[in-house]
């Protein structure tokens, strides 16, 4: 496949970028011209952001898996699609080429389908890193269900907050998942989850660890067994199900200010394009690269970059099950060595995490496929930066550093491979189509270089969330209300003398921890459920390895039998309430919060105590309570 849009210099892109911003539909209609459509357009763009209302590419018709799947399938068959590497490096990898991938979805299409699925039914898909997963995701798409992957960390509650929340009536799991030398029993979480969905008839199991499951009558089906029929059937094509361009694609909970996880929606032409037109510029793309992305598909990153974006552009995307760290930190360059990896993805943390083992497990490692490296998901500090460009890309590789959300679908502010400069820490410029401005707190625009501020975008993009599921005027008031005409991202950002951006981190109450998206009023609402707990107070600190680390201030009046347990407990129950990946790093015992006189928790303060910045809280003298704050210092862990 060839990419007419890709750019290729400087000029390239300040030509793509001028005609983005002055003539957007024209630009956007060129570019969609190159998908496969059964009905072309209407309408390039229709918005408002006080509503808000975008559309793009109205009255256009068309199904993501064509554009994915059946027009490489067609030029291409047998072009690997997928790479599996397993969790095991004992275990032998997989290959599907894009014939293979396109009849595998067609089979689990109609796997859907004889469970009764149809267009518009929202399907929960709790499963490892094994290419049924993407093969699962593509098959909602084929038949129109709008998928919600729900990422495999996530207990039992949060789970069934999230298929309640979408009312999903099918969800597809796996008996199992390997994580490490870990073995997590996918199937007994969801059947936790399920005593309180009524919403969901039929749960499909793939086999993957063996571990003994209940399958229950009438709801339970084993995934083989199911495929088996459709075999019997004489393995049927299953034509694609024909989506407005707005129709939704699938829905996917990210966290926010508030306690509950939001569901963000994008649809189907706008997400394509932007997911393909971004994989191919920002990393280069060159036919038959293999791009690795370490992502799970359970986060924005896997949708985007594993499945969508690549496959629509016809590219080898290895998916691995597995974890940096296991069974040793040579992991990730054994599988760069053994598939010859030319791009490689993956988040800051996983790089201060590798760095942490030094330079012994890259010795004896062949890195000299690697041609691009990328990095996602939060601030990487220039330390980070240039390990990975002399220890892994030998300094012969570019970075992107791209900066994007759930919300926005794919990449919004990166360097492009080779082809724009790059600067450690930053993110650099923004894409065609992407209009980032710094406002400050009053909304006013910040103009000029050299300035910081809260960063907005003033112009829809093909990418940008559509709504939030069930409750679009949650999704006005997150993102289209702080800032009047404009899309806040919740981040705060720099911009130097020479125009490129440096995103500095979340100005709202949202962590991010190890590239996880986590609110604070989450992991507050999930400590207060511990029996004894009378109220907490959560905020981030600076940690080496995670980016940020989760500090919990919390009153107890039940019964310590020691504190030490007491915070086992707490632990326990945050990693029941919403999973492991939420529990806090820290947890201090105190007798009171810093609140005003109005009873609000100053967070600016506990926030300053976390970060050990004790002679710098600012004026404390409208608390309720000023010596609290004093206790809280000393006792500060
Ligand atoms: C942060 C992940 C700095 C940011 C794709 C954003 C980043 C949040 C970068 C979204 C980056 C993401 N540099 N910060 N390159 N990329 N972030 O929704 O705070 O899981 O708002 O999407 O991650 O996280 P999400």
């Not at 009046?557 to 939420?582: L, Y």
Request: net charge negative.
């Amino acid at each position: 496949m060839s990419y007419p849009y890709q750019i290729k210099s400087l000029a390239d892109y300040h030509e793509a970028y001028k005609k983005s911003v002055e003539a957007p539909e024209q630009f956007w209609a060129e570019i969609a011209e190159n998908f496969s459509w059964h009905r072309k357009w209407d309408q390039v763009l229709n918005w408002n952001f006080d509503t808000p209302k975008v559309e793009w590419f109205k009255g256009g018709q068309l199904n993501i898996t064509e554009n994915c799947l059946d027009r490489h399938a067609a030029t291409q068959p047998d072009a690997p699609a997928i790479i599996w590497e397993p969790n095991d490096p004992l275990e032998a990898h997989r290959t599907l080429s894009y014939k293979e991938l396109l009849q595998k979805v067609e089979q689990f299409a109609h796997v859907l389908k004889n469970k009764g699925a149809q267009k518009g039914d929202r399907i929960c898909i709790y499963m490892p890193m094994v290419p049924e997963l993407a093969i699962a995701v593509l098959a909602c798409a084929r038949i129109g269900a709008i998928h919600s992957v729900v990422f495999g960390g996530f207990s039992s509650q949060s789970i069934s907050d999230r298929i309640n929340d979408a009312q999903c009536n099918i969800v597809v799991t796996a008996d199992g998942a390997y994580r490490g030398n870990k073995n997590i029993p996918l199937k007994s979480i969801i059947d936790d989850a399920l005593v309180t969905c009524p919403s969901v008839q039929h749960v499909i199991v793939l086999t993957r660890t063996g571990i003994p499951v209940s399958m229950i009558k009438n709801r339970d089906a084993w995934w083989e067994d199911e495929i088996k029929k459709v075999e019997e059937m004489g393995n049927p094509s299953f034509p694609a199900v024909s989506m407005d361009a707005e129709d939704m694609l699938f829905i996917l909970y990210t966290s926010g200010s508030t306690g509950k996880p939001k569901g963000v929606v994008h649809t189907c032409a706008g997400y394509m394009i932007w997911t393909h037109y971004t994989f191919v510029n920002v990393f280069q793309y060159q036919p038959g690269q293999v791009h690795f992305c370490t992502a799970d598909i359970g986060w924005i990153t896997g949708h985007s970059y594993i499945i969508y974006g690549p496959l629509s552009a016809g590219a080898t995307s290895l998916m691995f099950e597995g974890i940096p760290t296991w069974p040793d930190a040579g992991r990730f360059w054994d599988i760069v060595q053994k598939h010859q990896v030319n791009i490689l993805y993956t988040a800051p943390t996983a790089i201060r995490s590798l760095m942490g083992f030094g330079t012994a497990p890259l010795e004896n490692k062949n890195l000299s496929s690697l041609k691009v490296l990328g990095t996602v998901g939060e601030p990487i500090n220039v330390e980070a930066w240039h390990w990975y460009d002399e220890q892994v890309g030998k300094k012969q590789c570019p970075i992107v550093d791209t900066w994007w959300q759930t919300e926005t679908g794919g990449t919004m502010i990166s360097n492009m491979a080779g082809v724009t400069p790059a600067k450690p820490s930053f993110a650099t410029l923004p894409m065609p189509g992407v209009q980032p401005l710094l406002v400050d707190e009053n909304g006013k625009e910040i103009i000029g270089n050299g300035v910081s501020g809260n960063l907005c975008i003033r112009f829809p993009w093909p990418g940008i969330l559509r709504t939030t599921y069930g409750d679009h005027e949650r999704c006005r008031q997150t993102y289209f209300s702080t800032y009047e005409h404009l899309y806040f991202t919740g981040d705060g950002c720099l911009r130097d003398e020479d125009g490129n951006y440096r995103i500095t981190g979340r100005v709202d109450d949202v962590l991010n921890v190890s590239g996880h998206r986590i609110g604070t009023a989450e992991v507050e609402n999930a400590i207060n459920m511990h029996t004894g707990v009378v109220e907490s107070a959560v905020v981030g600190y600076p940690h080496d390895i995670k980016g940020q680390g989760i500090y919990a201030f919390v009153i107890f009046n039940g019964m310590h039998t020691d504190e030490a347990h007491t915070r086992q407990d707490i632990m326990q129950t945050v990693a029941r309430v919403i999973g492991a990946i939420a529990k806090p790093d820290k947890i201090q015992f105190v007798s009171g919060l810093p609140k005003t006189r109005s009873g609000k928790i100053m967070r600016r303060i506990l926030r300053k105590i976390a970060e050990g910045e004790l002679s710098h809280l600012g004026d404390t003298t409208t608390l309720l309570d000023p010596a609290v704050v004093e206790e809280i210092k000393m006792g500060r862990l």
